[in-house]
Nanobody, 117 residues
Framework: EVHLVESGGGMVQPGGSLRLSCAAS????????MTWVRQPPGKGPEWVSR???????YYAESVKDRFTIARDNAKSTVYLQMNSLKPEDTGLYFC???????????WGQGTLVTVSS
């Protein structure tokens, strides 16, 4: 059974930083691309970043040069380092295997990021 647990969210002022973690279990982590999305209050999910084992990392234009995705296959964990945070980065951040984009039951519970002064 796929199990993902996000952590590291919180409230931060604009310009601040947070590091999100997503601990995975129930599957062979190193075999899968991983994705982060966020869901702003009252809106649908918005794709943020993806790590692909062979070809690298990808980012939404809105977070490029501010966010960095990384993975530790030995710890079955994917990270999202978020710098220079803006109020529009506020939302519930989820991680999942990229193949599970349309299978919400395989997402984690999310971690809330609030950027506000």
């Amino acid at each position: 059974e796929v199990h993902l647990v996000e952590s590291g969210g919180g409230m931060v002022q604009p310009g601040g930083s947070l590091r999100l973690s997503c601990a995975a279990s129930g599957f062979t982590f190193s075999n899968y691309d991983m994705t982060w999305v966020r869901q702003p209050p009252g809106k649908g999910p918005e794709w943020v970043s993806r790590t692909v084992n062979i070809t690298g990392t990808y980012y939404a234009e809105s977070v490029k040069d501010r966010f960095t995705i990384a993975r530790d296959n030995a710890k079955s964990t994917v990270y999202l380092q978020m710098n220079s945070l803006k109020p529009e980065d506020t939302g519930l951040y989820f991680c999942f295997r990229s193949i599970d984009y349309d299978h919400r039951e395989n997402w984690g519970q999310g971690t809330l990021v609030t950027v506000s002064s």
